[in-house]
C-alpha cells in the first residue's frame, strides 16, 4: 500500500516552496551533504559507544521501531477496526490514548492521542501551527508538506483551501474543524467509511485508508476508484 505522496503530487504552491531556496541546490551539492551527514553520524555514534552512553541494543532498537514499528499502516488498522467493530470505535473516540495502547500502538512521547470523526456533516483537519508535531506511533514521520510553512499557515487560515489543492471537495455546509497539534497533544483523523465496502474484512479495508485521510486532507476512495 502506498501512503507517501511523491513530490509531483503535492500542491503547486508548495511543490514550488520546497524547491526553491536550500531546496533547490544541485543534486551534487544535496550528495555531498548527505555523504557528510552520514559521516557524522557515525562517528558520533561511535564516540557515544566508546563512551558507554549508549549501548548498541539500544540504537537497533529505535532503528527496529522507525523502520518496523511505525507507519501509517499502524493508523489503517486502527481505523478499519473501527469501522468493523462499534465497541471498539465508541472506546477509541471517548479515549484515544487507550484504544491505541489495546493494538499495541503505544504513544512514543508520552503525548495524548484524540481521535475525530468525519461524517457527513463533518470534516476534520489535522496541523501542527508551530512545529511539526505529529502522531508517529500510528501515522510514522511527518511527510515533507505537513511540516512546511505553506500548509501549516493555510490549514488554519483557509482549510476549505488547503482541501481543494490536494483535490478534496466538502460540501459548503459541511461543518469543517482543524486541530491543531502540539507536543502533549496529538490528533488523528477517523474518515468516512467509503461505499461499497460492505462485508470486507479488517485487512481489506485497511488497504484502502492512506495517510493524508487520517490526517483529513483526503478521504478514503471506494474500492473500484482506490
Not at 465497541?87 to 479515549?95: I, N, P
Not at 470523526?117 to 508517529?136: A, K, M, Q, R, Y
Request: overall charge negative; glycine content about 6%; some cysteine.
Amino acid at each position: 500500500v502506498q501512503f507517501d505522496m511523491q513530490r509531483g503530487d503535492l500542491p503547486v504552491a508548495w511543490q514550488q516552496f520546497l524547491e526553491s531556496g536550500e531546496n533547490s541546490m544541485s543534486s551534487g551539492k544535496k550528495d555531498e551533504l548527505n555523504r557528510n551527514m552520514t559521516l557524522r553520524v557515525r562517528a558520533l555514534e561511535s564516540l557515544l559507544l566508546e563512551k558507554g552512553l549508549i549501548e548498541t541494543p539500544a540504537i537497533d532498537e529505535l532503528v527496529d521501531m522507525f523502520e518496523n514499528r511505525l507507519g501509517p499502516w499502524n493508523g489503517a488498522k486502527v481505523v478499519a477496526r473501527a469501522w468493523n467493530d462499534s465497541e471498539y470505535k465508541q472506546r477509541l473516540l471517548a479515549d484515544g490514548t487507550a484504544a491505541l495502547a489495546e493494538m499495541g500502538f503505544d504513544t512514543i512521547q508520552g503525548e495524548e492521542m484524540v481521535i475525530v470523526e468525519n461524517s457527513p456533516d463533518t470534516h476534520n483537519i489535522i496541523v501542527c501551527t508551530l512545529c511539526s508535531c505529529f502522531p508517529w506511533a500510528v501515522l510514522g514521520l511527518p511527510p515533507v508538506w505537513y511540516k512546511s510553512a505553506p500548509y501549516r499557515a493555510e490549514a488554519a487560515r483557509d482549510p476549505r483551501g488547503v482541501l481543494r489543492e490536494f483535490g478534496t471537495e466538502i460540501s459548503a455546509d459541511t461543518e469543517l474543524r482543524v486541530w491543531d497539534s502540539n507536543a502533549e497533544l496529538r490528533y488523528m483523523v477517523l474518515p468516512e467509511r467509503p461505499p461499497g465496502t460492505e462485508g470486507m474484512d479488517t485487512e481489506e479495508l485497511a488497504t484502502l485508508v492512506t495517510r493524508d485521510s487520517m490526517i483529513g486532507v483526503s478521504k478514503v476512495a471506494p474500492p473500484s476508484a482506490a
